[in-house]
């Protein structure tokens, strides 16, 4: 056998962190990852998106939770190691899976995907295989790794145990996100005793199973995904962020199309408005940049894109009503019109959001079904699935809420210098 390109690291390297204390890399193989241009980026990108507008604790980023999830996932191997079902020479595969799993992510990465249609899925697996220091440091450990690599982060590699430690049900992934959200957002969910989690996994065959003494830890765990969900995730604040944001691209697309004449040419979004990118365009774009470009176009010809621009920087957001569709769609062509009559463009200030269609990797409709159930393995050696044996966790599985708010500038409709009996009347429609 020839000796491996990558060894341990004379010393240990640690990484102070606020959730986990530290992070440590013995790898010359995680080292050299994290030391990567493409991997860097991710300090540019924040994990929640525009949640820092609700709470303002919440500007970590995709780095900070991507060292979480390696750090969890050397953790579980810990456990795992000499354990029957665990190949320990599948060990730097998961540990660069983990590492590199959140890659592909760009700017605000929710709003962005649903206006320039990109996918950070498909992202991810293009900076691992494309030409990148990443897919060069990877290749060294030899040819066949970064595909596997992007294949346990796609969920098609072919030993699905290791696929499982980094995404199911309980993954390093949502164990990581779970505390670190909570920590940056200063809420009192999102907490667990993950360290009980973690002494109780065991290795199974295809799968991570948990030891049945340890399912009140994971009730918990369970519990405290569901109140981040709707305390954090879902927060209508922050939802009121993501809409502006998505009209802002939508805008400056639009325009775009139209051929108007920016002030400044928005270059690094050409490729995006024409929808076609190249990976170079993609690792270019980080919220660094679009926050410039928000910053100028506030000075620009063009009133809509002005305004949103001026509004996502300055925290003036959009005001939200319950929406129930079946009821209300009655009153939707008379909306429209009367948004027109008040010199409102109703295609930009008058959006509808559902919580089903929301932010980025927590939850994605479908999701709950591609993500694998967890088992519990009993004392007779018998495996039973977490909600038949949990009330607490049978009580809230499988229930999907989802809520449909309207969202609107409530400060024009109430600015009466110009329209004002029409903005009373859509003021009288909006909070019936
Ligand atoms: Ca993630």
Same mark, same amino acid.
């Given at each position: 056998m020839t000796k491996p390109y990558y060894g341990k690291l004379d010393e240990e390297k640690v990484f102070k962190d606020p959730v986990h204390r530290y992070i440590h890399v013995r790898d010359e193989l995680i080292w050299e990852l994290i030391g990567t241009k493409e991997f860097q980026r991710l300090r540019r990108v924040r994990q929640l998106g525009t949640t820092f507008l609700t709470f303002h604790g919440a500007e970590h980023t995709r780095f900070? /939770?991507?060292?979480?999830?390696?750090? +969890?996932?050397?953790?579980?191997? %810990?456990?795992?190691?000499?354990? *029957?079902?665990?190949?320990? %020479?599948?060990?730097?595969?998961?540990?660069?899976?983990?590492?590199? /799993?959140?890659?592909? /992510?760009?700017?605000?990465?929710?709003?962005? %995907?649903?206006?320039?249609?990109?996918?950070?899925?498909?992202?991810?697996?293009?900076?691992?295989?494309?030409?990148?220091? +990443?897919?060069?440091?990877?290749?060294?450990?030899?040819?066949?790794?970064?595909?596997?690599?992007?294949?346990?982060?796609?969920?098609?590699?072919?030993?699905?145990?290791?696929?499982?430690?980094?995404?199911?049900?309980?993954?390093?992934?949502r164990m990581d996100y779970l505390q670190r959200d909570a920590y940056y957002t200063g809420v009192s969910y999102g907490h667990f005793d993950m360290e009980r989690i973690l002494r109780v996994m065991r290795p199974m065959e295809d799968?991570?199973?948990?030891?049945?003494?340890?399912? /009140?830890?994971?009730?918990?765990?369970?519990?405290?995904?569901?109140?981040?969900?709707?305390?954090?995730?879902?927060? *209508?604040?922050?939802?009121?962020?993501?809409?502006?944001?998505? &009209?802002?691209?939508?805008?400056?697309?639009?325009?775009?199309?139209?051929?108007?004449?920016?002030? &400044?040419?928005?270059?690094?979004?050409?490729?995006?408005?024409?929808?076609?990118?190249?990976?170079?365009?993609?690792?270019?774009?980080?919220?660094?940049?679009?926050?410039?470009?928000? &910053?100028?176009? &506030?000075? %620009?010809?063009?009133? +809509?894109?002005?305004?949103?621009?001026?509004?996502?920087?300055?925290?003036?957001?959009?005001?939200?009503?319950?929406f129930n569709p079946n009821l209300q769609m009655n009153d939707w062509p008379r909306l429209r019109q009367l948004f027109l009559q008040a010199d409102l463009n109703p295609d930009y200030y008058l959006v509808v959001d559902s919580s089903s269609d929301l932010p980025y990797d927590f939850y994605r409709p479908g999701e709950e079904e591609e993500r694998l159930p967890i088992h519990l393995v009993m004392p007779n050696g018998k495996l039973r699935e977490l909600s038949r044996e949990s009330e607490v966790v049978e009580a809230i599985s499988g229930k999907k809420r989802t809520d449909h708010k309207l969202y609107f500038p409530l400060d024009c409709l109430e600015d009466e210098r110009e329209h004002k009996e029409t903005k009373r009347e859509i003021r009288k429609l909006l909070m019936k």
């Amino acid at each position: 056998m020839t000796k491996p390109y990558y060894g341990k690291l004379d010393e240990e390297k640690v990484f102070k962190d606020p959730v986990h204390r530290y992070i440590h890399v013995r790898d010359e193989l995680i080292w050299e990852l994290i030391g990567t241009k493409e991997f860097q980026r991710l300090r540019r990108v924040r994990q929640l998106g525009t949640t820092f507008l609700t709470f303002h604790g919440a500007e970590h980023t995709r780095f900070n /939770h991507s060292l979480g999830v390696y750090e +969890i996932t050397r953790r579980i191997l %810990e456990v795992f190691k000499g354990r *029957p079902h665990w190949n320990e %020479e599948e060990r730097l595969l998961a540990l660069s899976a983990a590492l590199l /799993h959140d890659l592909g /992510h760009g700017p605000f990465s929710h709003s962005f %995907e649903k206006v320039f249609h990109t996918d950070h899925e498909e992202w991810t697996r293009e900076i691992i295989l494309g030409d990148t220091e +990443i897919n060069r440091v990877l290749a060294r450990v030899e040819p066949s790794f970064p595909k596997n690599v992007a294949d346990v982060i796609e969920k098609t590699y072919s030993n699905k145990l290791v696929t499982s430690i980094i995404s199911s049900q309980i993954d390093a992934d949502r164990m990581d996100y779970l505390q670190r959200d909570a920590y940056y957002t200063g809420v009192s969910y999102g907490h667990f005793d993950m360290e009980r989690i973690l002494r109780v996994m065991r290795p199974m065959e295809d799968q991570v199973v948990i030891k049945q003494s340890g399912m /009140h830890a994971v009730e918990d765990y369970i519990m405290s995904r569901y109140q981040m969900y709707w305390q954090v995730y879902f927060h *209508p604040v922050t939802r009121s962020a993501e809409v502006i944001l998505s &009209q802002i691209f939508k805008r400056a697309k639009e325009l775009y199309e139209q051929g108007y004449t920016f002030k &400044q040419k928005p270059e690094h979004f050409y490729s995006f408005f024409s929808g076609n990118v190249s990976l170079a365009d993609y690792l270019r774009l980080d919220e660094s940049i679009t926050m410039y470009y928000f &910053q100028i176009w &506030q000075e %620009e010809e063009d009133r +809509i894109l002005r305004d949103l621009c001026v509004r996502f920087l300055n925290r003036r957001l959009f005001k939200y009503v319950e929406f129930n569709p079946n009821l209300q769609m009655n009153d939707w062509p008379r909306l429209r019109q009367l948004f027109l009559q008040a010199d409102l463009n109703p295609d930009y200030y008058l959006v509808v959001d559902s919580s089903s269609d929301l932010p980025y990797d927590f939850y994605r409709p479908g999701e709950e079904e591609e993500r694998l159930p967890i088992h519990l393995v009993m004392p007779n050696g018998k495996l039973r699935e977490l909600s038949r044996e949990s009330e607490v966790v049978e009580a809230i599985s499988g229930k999907k809420r989802t809520d449909h708010k309207l969202y609107f500038p409530l400060d024009c409709l109430e600015d009466e210098r110009e329209h004002k009996e029409t903005k009373r009347e859509i003021r009288k429609l909006l909070m019936k």
